[in-house]
């Protein structure tokens, strides 16, 4: 299978990207760590938005990621921090299972709803879970990397570059295969879509599913990065965050939930640093321009350039 010129520009991005972060200082790397994690989440909302459906409840699976990493090395003496990850993506993906069953019978509004709701419990049984450290969560504990055991954060850092090249290389070919292209089709008219001899519940229910998983590496790489689960991973306005970020960016590529990532990452801590009591008001003012001026997002900027290139 051939290299595609995207993928080729994505893979020199992350080793760009990679290279400059052994010359940062710890805080950018760290930003840049849960920045990567949460564009994964991300493009777990845009993988539902481009079949014409908003999750706000993608907190539940991102939570699911982090309290796996949590519990897998508190509780089971997991250590390893691909074991752990993937204690996540499978634990994730169980529920989505189950889930998917009852959510993909809805749209709009009542499927953003739906999701929302099923976060909402998760985060009221975590407060209520004294074991788990109610409100406050816990500490993760010391992990390795096929045995290698990092003294800095350079060691996530990498961990999420790779794990996020990864997944964004199998997005941009699934996006290009029959069931991504099946998932536009559906959002654009999904009575025709069934006309046509496919099942919308069967390719709405595996994107749901393959979100869910993409969510849990997220959340997975955010408490290794942090070293610290609580409940408001699974908070509501966490998942808003994720929405926030992928209208920022856009649907029309993966390297764009990256992107947004990055900028809302820096723009909040910018905001916060020297507008503290301000911050949320700047945020909603960079979402409401980007919505007058940049509709489809900030992949938008990289299209038209390539449309007014002769």
């Given at each position: 299978?051939?290299?595609?010129?995207?993928?080729?520009?994505?893979?020199?991005?992350?080793?760009?990207?990679?290279?400059?972060?052994?010359?940062?200082?710890?805080?950018?790397?760290?930003?840049?760590?849960?920045?990567?994690?949460?564009?994964?989440?991300?493009?777990?909302?845009v993988m539902l938005m481009r079949s014409g459906l908003v999750s706000f409840g993608q907190?539940?699976?991102?939570?699911?990621?982090?309290?796996?990493?949590?519990?897998?090395?508190?509780?089971?003496?997991?250590?390893?921090?691909?074991?752990?990850?993937?204690?996540?993506?499978?634990?994730?993906?169980?529920?989505?299972?189950?889930?998917?069953?009852?959510?993909?019978?809805?749209?709009?509004?009542?499927?953003?709803?739906?999701?929302?709701?099923?976060?909402?419990?998760?985060?009221?049984?975590?407060?209520?879970?004294?074991?788990l450290g109610s409100t406050d969560g816990f500490s993760v504990v010391q992990w390795s990397?096929?045995?290698?055991?990092?003294?800095?954060?350079?060691?996530?850092?990498?961990?999420?570059?790779?794990?996020?090249?990864?997944?964004?290389?199998?997005?941009?070919?699934?996006?290009?295969?029959?069931?991504?292209?099946?998932?536009?089709?559906?959002?654009?008219?999904?009575?025709?879509?069934?006309?046509?001899?496919?099942?919308?519940?069967?390719?709405?229910?595996?994107?749901?599913?393959?979100?869910?998983?993409?969510?849990?590496?997220?959340g997975s790489l955010t408490a290794l990065a942090a070293g610290h689960v609580d409940p408001?991973?699974?908070?509501?306005?966490?998942?808003?965050?994720?929405?926030?970020?992928?209208?920022?960016?856009?649907?029309?590529?993966?390297?764009?939930?990256?992107?947004?990532?990055?900028?809302?990452?820096?723009?909040?801590?910018?905001?916060?640093?020297?507008?503290?009591?301000?911050?949320?008001?700047?945020?909603?003012?960079?979402?409401?321009?980007?919505?007058?001026?940049?509709?489809?997002?900030?992949?938008?900027?990289?299209?038209?350039?390539?449309?007014?290139?002769?």
């Amino acid at each position: 299978m051939s290299l595609q010129k995207s993928e080729a520009l994505m893979i020199a991005a992350a080793v760009a990207i990679g290279l400059v972060g052994l010359m940062s200082p710890n805080w950018l790397v760290f930003t840049t760590t849960l920045a990567v994690a949460k564009a994964l989440v991300v493009l777990g909302v845009v993988m539902l938005m481009r079949s014409g459906l908003v999750s706000f409840g993608q907190g539940l699976f991102f939570c699911i990621g982090g309290y796996a990493v949590g519990m897998g090395g508190r509780f089971w003496g997991i250590q390893d921090a691909l074991l752990l990850i993937l204690l996540g993506v499978l634990a994730s993906t169980a529920l989505a299972m189950i889930l998917g069953l009852l959510l993909t019978r809805y749209r709009e509004i009542f499927f953003a709803m739906l999701t929302m709701a099923f976060s909402m419990i998760l985060f009221g049984v975590l407060v209520k879970s004294h074991n788990l450290g109610s409100t406050d969560g816990f500490s993760v504990v010391q992990w390795s990397l096929l045995g290698w055991v990092p003294e800095s954060g350079m060691g996530v850092f990498w961990l999420a570059l790779v794990l996020g090249l990864l997944v964004a290389l199998f997005l941009n070919r699934f996006f290009q295969s029959s069931i991504g292209l099946a998932c536009e089709a559906i959002r654009e008219n999904e009575v025709r879509v069934e006309y046509m001899g496919i099942s919308r519940r069967q390719v709405l229910y595996i994107n749901y599913v393959l979100a869910a998983a993409i969510g849990a590496i997220g959340g997975s790489l955010t408490a290794l990065a942090a070293g610290h689960v609580d409940p408001e991973m699974a908070y509501w306005t966490i998942s808003g965050e994720f929405v926030f970020i992928a209208l920022l960016g856009g649907t029309g590529h993966v390297a764009a939930a990256f992107i947004a990532a990055m900028l809302f990452a820096l723009v909040r801590t910018y905001a916060v640093e020297f507008m503290p009591h301000t911050w949320q008001m700047i945020l909603g003012i960079v979402l409401l321009l980007i919505i007058l001026f940049l509709p489809k997002g900030i992949w938008s900027l990289f299209t038209r350039h390539r449309r007014a290139a002769p």
